[in-house]
């Protein structure tokens, strides 16, 4: 069982970064991807970023040249650095971890920007 335990969000004013991490229970580079969704209220939930065993990434347009993901595979952890936050960028933020069709998920961490 994959258990991911994601950390970070918090509270910030607009224009304001955060760095929120997710630590894996297991290696994470036996992952076929990680990513980063995120749920606004009331909104489904999205795909916000992917980093893949190849470290290629890509990222939903709503946050590109903002956000930022990566991984540290000796930490097992993957980040997700955002910057220039908006109150639109407010939500609960998951992190996803998928091997072939299996996929696992955190509990989520709540980031709320302010205007």
């Known amino acids: 069982q994959v258990q991911l335990v994601e950390s970070g969000g918090g509270l910030v004013q607009a224009g304001g970064s955060l760095r929120l991490s997710c630590a894996a229970s297991v290696t994470i580079t036996s992952m076929n991807a990680m990513a980063w969704y995120r749920q606004a209220p009331g909104k489904q939930r999205e795909l916000v970023a992917t980093i893949t065993s190849g470290d290629y990434t890509t990222y939903a347009d709503s946050v590109k040249g903002r956000f930022t993901i990566s991984r540290d595979n000796a930490k097992n952890t993957v980040f997700l650095q955002m910057n220039s936050l908006e109150p639109e960028d407010t939500a609960v933020y998951y992190c996803?971890?998928?091997?072939?069709?299996?996929?696992?998920w955190g509990q989520g961490t709540v980031v709320t920007v302010s205007s």
């Open positions: 996803n971890a998928r091997v072939l069709s299996i996929i696992w």
